[in-house]
């Protein structure tokens, strides 16, 4: 069985950056499309970025240049690179792991305020 852990969230002023990382345990994580979800108090959980196993990304408008996706296969770690971080981007950030099934991080807190 998969499993998902987060790590790398916390507090942020405007403007800075922060990187999650997602290390997924378990075997075939290069075949499985990853993906980073958040949920903000009161709203639905929506897509931030996701990468295909060759590497195709997507993203949300809302943070098209400003954050980037990327995987190691060799570390089995998807990791999320955020920069010029708003307080609109606050909210708990979660890994999706999906081949056959999709399985679900516990969540890491971001929270950018002055």
């Known amino acids: 069985q998969v499993q998902l852990v987060e790590s790398g969230g916390g507090l942020v002023q405007p403007g800075g950056s922060l990187r999650l990382s997602c290390a997924a345990s378990?075997?075939?994580?290069?075949?499985?499309?990853m993906g980073w979800y958040r949920q903000a108090p009161g709203k639905q959980r929506e897509l931030v970025a996701d990468?295909?196993?060759?590497?195709?990304?997507n993203y949300a408008d809302s943070v098209k240049g400003r954050f980037t996706i990327s995987r190691d296969n060799a570390k089995n770690t998807v990791y999320l690179q955020m920069n010029s971080l708003k307080p609109e981007d606050t909210a708990v950030y979660c890994c999706?792991?999906?081949?056959?099934?999709?399985?679900w991080g516990q969540g890491t807190q971001v929270t950018v305020s002055s």
């Open positions: 378990g075997s075939s994580f290069n075949m499985a499309l």
């Open positions: 990468i295909g196993s060759g590497g195709r990304t």
């Open positions: 999706n792991y999906i081949l056959g099934k999709s399985i």
